[in-house]
C-alpha cells in the first residue's frame, strides 16, 4: 500500500510540475494511450522516479514489518510491482527505451538494492 501511495502521489507532479501534452486527462486510459507518444523526456523522468521510488518504499516497508527472511518479502513486494509495470508497459504504448528503463532499474534493481540495504 505505501509504495501504491508513494506512486500515485508523485505521478500526479507529472501534471502539477511538468505540464501534460495539451488535452490529455491523465485518469482517462483512452487519453493516456493517445497521448504517451507525446510526453516529454521530464515526463518520463517523473514517472521513473514514482515507479523506482514506490517500489522502494513498499519494499523497505515489506523489510521492515518482517519478522525474518527479509529479503524474501523484499523481493515479494518488488515482484509484485514488476508485474505491474510489465501491465503498464502492455497497456500504455511508451518508447522501448522507457519501458527496458523502467522495468530494469526502477523495479529489479531497487529490489536488489533495497534487499541488500535489509541485510545490514
Not at 501534452?21 to 518520463?44: I, R, T, V
Not at 532499474?105 to 545490514?120: C, T
Request: overall charge positive; hydrophobic content about 60%; some cysteine.
Amino acid at each position: 500500500m505505501i509504495g501504491s501511495i508513494v506512486i500515485v502521489h508523485l505521478i500526479k507532479l507529472n501534471g502539477t510540475l511538468v505540464s501534460l501534452p495539451e488535452g490529455m486527462n491523465p485518469s482517462d486510459m483512452d487519453s493516456l494511450q493517445a497521448n504517451m507518444g507525446k510526453f516529454k523526456l521530464l515526463n518520463y523522468l517523473v514517472m521513473f522516479l514514482a515507479h523506482s521510488l514506490g517500489t522502494l518504499a513498499g519494499s523497505i516497508v515489506a523489510g521492515a514489518i518482517a519478522v525474518s527472511d527479509r529479503a524474501i518479502f523484499i523481493n515479494i513486494v518488488a515482484f509484485l510491482f514488476l508485474l505491474c509495470g510489465i501491465a503498464m508497459v502492455i497497456m500504455l504504448p511508451s518508447p522501448l527505451w522507457f519501458a527496458f528503463t523502467d522495468l530494469t532499474f526502477a523495479y529489479i534493481l531497487v529490489a536488489w538494492l533495497a534487499a541488500k540495504f535489509a541485510k545490514k
